[in-house]
């Protein structure tokens, strides 16, 4: 068996592909067992269930995203969640909202800085109505943040999702943990 460094039980079906694509390549290139047992072992896809401190990132941008980041919660998280959510024009937020909220204790809304950002209120709007009473707008990602951490209790877990703009604009200000000044 092979030692998988990404985290998530589809990376497993991705992982069992990679493997069979080596072992085909081989054929034309010198490609040992050792050299792909470090590939697999090594791998990283950073803003893809990418823990940092107290804060889980997953750029889940879309419904199928959003499914596999919910299964993954499902299967390992056990702490309270509280959901930094932030998407771009166009993205089916409602979909993605249904899928994810339901895991939350409570959801900040925000808007990563990017022109194609949607503004809070905008995915407010679109959310079914059970959905609105479990979220809070803000007009900054370091205000999210701010907020974030207010709601979540000791040993919570901040997840910050939607976009990769918002999951990058995050570990830019949270860095190692503590928030850069």
Known sequence: PYELGLKGKHQVENAKIAVEL?????????ISEAAIRRGLVNARHPGRLEYLGDFLFDGAHNVAGARV??????????????????????KDVAEIAEILFPLAERVVLTRPENSRAMDPSDIAVVL?????????????????????????????????????????????????????V
């Open 69 to 90: 980041l919910r299964d993954f919660l499902e299967q390992n998280e056990k702490r309270t969640i509280a959901m930094i959510l932030g998407a771009m024009k166009g």
């Open 128 to 180: 079914p109505d059970n959905l609105k009473s479990r979220t809070v707008e803000t007009q900054t990602v370091k205000d999210a943040i701010a907020k974030a951490r207010e709601l979540s209790p000791p040993g919570g877990l901040i997840l910050v999702t939607g976009s990769l703009y918002l999951v990058g604009e995050v570990k830019r200000i949270v860095g190692d943990g503590q928030e850069v």
């Open 22 to 30: 080596a072992k085909v390549l081989c054929e034309q290139f010198e």
